[in-house]
């Protein structure tokens, strides 16, 4: 029995029902098969995170060419999973041992790994269940997480691998410190914000009592750890002093007085204090003058023993007392306001501390080489484009990484500890006693440090299709290597640019070094979401909803359209959010179109019903018929073709054109008339069959950006089981995504067509217009004369009847050079001559009045906003939104006389 679509379309029951049967039927499932391959592996968010918008425009596009791609017949494989995320996940569970008054410290790093284990098994996966609403095809089997145990191993033996190479090396660097975390950050896990705070100026006097140099810094609490003092060597005011000391002011200690060309002379005296384990570029400045690098700050940023009476006190509050003690002891020349950038913890959000320590780095110059070398020569492309010279940039002055982080959750460096001090990465303490030489059973130390998470993440595209490093590389034909050869390189990234040097490039970089591939093909980089007023959407100032709440609200499918509809390729997005109601009325477009499609779907169901099946008569396709199967086949080449570059937008907006317009406001009406005044149900069935066919295949190019709507319908229009319309095309497929995708007929492809059928939608468009000019309403009809060319005139009687019926027309006389009957206003479209018969319907002398003076009165009004806009003093003085106005105003103002003084004309 045919369930009837009910009148409206109910989005929240239609997910869980579909996604729940899409599930039990394995649907989403990939293994290596004759079909070409397609796949995309999903950037795992944290284990801590929850979905918010990024996630819903990312998301919504690797769904999009998953299902695009399996409809396309591909053996398309979307890989998920889930990242360890060290330092945010670490600090969820300290601050939960913290609300129970412990420490990580007080339950020691054993129990503590197994504390973070057991909060991951209790809320890990939330965001996984939340990218389930979001209608995800991923194949779920495949899940991944970065502590898992095969990814862990891929991890420890690439550590090995470039530990035994060379690229791997330990070091005393200056690294970022987060003193929250305990732990170093990398360069790309700082953000710098501008900060205004004080700049002193400080007087250290030269130690034979001659003179004092004027010494300017934002940092007066280093100054324990001053070394040297820098001048530029051509710096005429302080050559003189160059090879004499200085006393630092409280510290007392005599440092020389240096040259060197990184010295800037025009900044502040001219004159640069050097502390080398405080500052990233005094710490080179004392690599090459082979200066010492003592701190006085430690891990916990507090000062420490060199600083004297200042030791104990927290970095900012030893500031304040070190420049009151310097002011009391006459050592303050000035304090300035002083704007620069500073850099913070991305993840904690303290300002970092430039910290000199023993950490593990990898020499990334012979890596990013081949890596650079890949993009220059296109065989990883970039869009939008221009990010391929962001990437040269970085990729050309790339210093070492730092990877390691002093925390417990993670993975753990490979490296272990001799008595003797000697030291070797292995997979175990048995192993590294055969590397040192060592008895077995020695006793080692392993390093108490883990990785950064980024060190598991440039393994993801070899790691999600269960790659296992062989230092023979002689690979085992097992079922992961399978994976491995058949779905890498993946077709398609879908990332944010901010992380193109967290991630992007080093997923380059390793999968070069250790697969000998590319891991990935196109890069498509997301825009940034943004609210009304250009702020990118944070919690903090209350623009960013819920995405579960608006999914709820609107639907999943009108969510995922409008991202897309909003999302142009390399520009942000912007969504208008009521900060009051946490409301996004921007997802009203998806939701409005949704509705349109229901509807239409609905109209040929209902249409259906009244007919039953039967015979069906040869459809003698008319101009309107040709036209729409151009307009469709039209459609279907130019959004495929936007898919394949990337142009997301114009899909989206092509498939708004043709069903909202095209097909709902003209095709369906059409339908309408023509199946009113049909002579037969088979006339009317095969009417009906044209109408289906073009919906189905607007259904399954619908299908990947609105799935559970379009499988909706498609089970109550298509599918065998349950559908009205059993095309055989669709006769053996239980889900809309087995259906196929669909196909190009270009034969069909008329543009003489689609531009005559365009005169008739101008025809019928110029007399509504006129009609609502003159407040005529739709109910009431006119008699409508129109004089055409003698070429034309089959086609507009062809059309008699949805002329006179979408015109409004009481009579419709159709000629070749007709006069201008009694009564009538007049338009020329597209050289139709048409003529409204309006007499007796509207009083002419009354309605010539009232637009004259209409007329008069908006010439005054121009005239004062003209004068306005013309007065260069208002230009400058008055807020840039009130001059947009005005202009605004001007614009629509002569629009509306121009309206009208062509009405006048015809009366």
């Known amino acids: 029995m045919l369930m009837a679509l009910p009148s409206t379309y109910n989005p929240t029951e239609a997910r869980e029902r579909w996604y729940a049967a ?16 397609y796949s995309i592996f999903m950037p795992p968010p944290n284990v801590t995170g929850i979905l918010h918008f990024g996630h819903v425009l990312n998301h919504t596009l690797q769904d999009l060419y998953i299902r695009w791609n399996r409809l396309k017949g591909a053996e398309a494989r979307w890989l998920p999973g889930l990242d360890h995320a060290g330092i945010a996940t670490q600090t969820v569970v300290e601050r939960q041992l913290k609300s129970e008054g412990l420490s990580r410290h007080d339950i020691g790093r054993e129990a503590f790994v197994d504390r973070v284990w057991e909060w991951k098994e209790k809320y890990g996966d939330i965001i996984l269940r ?11 089997s495949t899940t991944l997480f970065t502590m898992d145990e095969s990814a862990s191993a891929a991890v420890r033996d690439v550590f090995i ?9 330990r070091g005393k660097r200056i690294i970022n410190w987060s003193p929250e975390a305990q732990s170093a950050l990398s360069d790309e896990e700082v953000v710098f914000k501008e900060v205004k705070e004080q700049i002193y100026t400080l007087r250290y006097h030269l130690a034979d009592g001659s003179g004092t140099m004027l010494i300017a810094t934002v940092r007066p609490e280093t100054i324990f750890a001053d070394v040297a003092v820098a001048v530029h060597p051509d710096d005429d005011r302080y050559k003189h002093l160059i090879g004499r000391e200085v006393v630092v002011p409280l510290g007392g200690q005599r440092i020389p007085i240096i040259a060197d060309d990184y010295v800037d002379r025009e900044f502040g005296t001219g004159c640069l204090k050097v502390t080398p384990a405080h500052d990233p570029n005094d710490y080179e400045i004392g690599i090459r003058h082979g200066l010492s690098m003592p701190s006085c700050i430690d891990a916990d940023a507090t000062l420490n023993s060199l600083a004297g009476a200042y030791a104990g006190m927290e970095r900012f509050k030893a500031r304040r007392a070190v420049v009151k003690d310097l002011e009391a002891k006459e050592l303050l020349e000035k304090t300035e306001s002083y704007t620069h ?8 959000g303290e300002q970092i501390e430039p910290f000199l320590s023993d950490q593990w780095f990898v020499r990334m110059q012979p890596l990013a080489e081949p890596a650079l070398k890949v993009v220059q020569e296109g065989k990883v492309r970039f869009y939008p484009e221009h990010w391929t010279k962001t990437y040269e940039h970085w990729m050309t002055g790339i210093r070492d990484w730092c990877i390691s982080r002093q925390l417990w959750w993670g993975h753990r460096i490979p490296v272990y500890y001799a008595p003797d001090g000697r030291f070797t990465a292995a997979r175990s303490a048995d192993d590294a006693c055969i590397k040192l030489g060592l008895a077995p059973g020695t006793p080692l130390e392993q390093d108490p440090d883990v990785l950064d998470t980024w060190f598991s993440s440039w393994l993801w595209p070899m790691t999600t299709t269960g790659w296992v490093f062989d230092e023979h590389s002689a690979t085992l034909p097992n079922q992961s290597t399978r994976d491995l050869s058949f779905y890498l390189p993946s077709n398609l990234l879908v990332t944010g640019p901010d992380i193109i040097f967290f991630w992007v490039a080093r997923m380059i970089m390793a999968s070069l070094k250790f697969d000998g591939r590319i891991p990935f093909n196109d890069v498509y980089f997301t825009s940034i979401i943004r609210d009304g007023k250009g702020r990118k959407l944070s919690k ?4 960013s909803p819920d995405p579960i709440d608006v999914l709820n609200k609107y639907g999943t499918d009108a969510v995922r359209f409008t991202m897309i509809y909003l999302a142009p390729l390399g520009m942000d997005v912007r969504l208008e959010v009521d900060e009051a109601t946490q409301d996004i009325p921007s997802m009203e477009i998806g939701r409005n179109f949704g509705n349109k499609v229901w509807n239409a779907c609905r ?11 039967g015979a069906r008569a040869s459809l003698n396709p008319t101009t309107a018929d040709q036209w729409i199967q151009s307009r469709y086949h039209a459609t279907v080449h130019a959004a495929s073709e936007a898919l394949a570059n990337y142009r997301i937008t114009e899909y989206s907006k092509l498939l708004y054109e043709f069903i909202w317009r095209d097909y709902c406001d003209w095709y369906v009406e059409i339908v309408k008339i023509r199946f009113a005044n049909a002579s037969s149900d088979e006339e009317r069935r095969a009417l009906l069959d044209n109408a289906f066919g073009i919906m189905e295949g607007m259904l399954k190019l619908l299908h990947p950006v609105m799935p559970f709507l379009t499988e909706e319908l498609w089970q109550n229009l298509f599918a065998s089981k349950h559908g009205v319309h059993d095309s055989a095309e669709s006769a053996h497929h239980a889900f809309i995504l087995e259906s196929g995708a669909p196909t190009v007929d270009e034969s069909l492809m008329n543009p003489a067509v689609e531009q005559l059928f365009t005169t008739l939608q101008a025809i019928v468009e110029g007399m509504r217009r006129q009609r609502n000019e003159m407040g005529i309403p739709p109910s009431t009809k006119l008699p409508v004369h129109l004089s055409a060319s003698a070429e034309l005139i089959p086609f507009l009687e062809e059309h008699r009847s949805v002329l006179a019926s979408l015109g409004r027309c009481s009579e419709l006389v159709i000629g070749s050079n007709l006069p201008k009957p009694p009564g009538s206003v007049a338009d020329v479209v597209r050289s139709v001559e048409c003529f409204l018969i309006v007499e007796g319907t509207i009083d002419l002398a009354r309605e010539k009045e009232r637009l004259q003076k209409e007329f008069q009165r908006l010439t005054g009004a121009i005239e004062g906003v003209e004068k306005k806009l013309s007065n260069e003093g208002f230009i400058r003085g008055a807020n840039p939104d009130v001059v947009e106005a005005e202009r605004k105003k001007l614009a629509d103002w002569t629009d509306a006389r121009l309206k009208i003084e062509k009405n006048l004309s015809t009366l």
């Open 22 to 37: 899409w599930q039990q039927a394995n649907l989403f499932a990939s293994n290596p098969s004759a079909k070409a391959p």
């Open 130 to 140: 939340q990218l389930h609403m979001l209608g995800n095809s991923c194949d779920w």
């Open 161 to 169: 691998a470039l530990f035994d190479e060379g690229l791997i090396y």
């Open 341 to 348: 950038n500073v850099g913070y913890s991305e993840r904690g």
């Open 540 to 543: 903090s100032l209350g623009n």
């Open 603 to 613: 109209f040929l169901q209902l249409k259906f019903e009244e007919v039953g099946e």
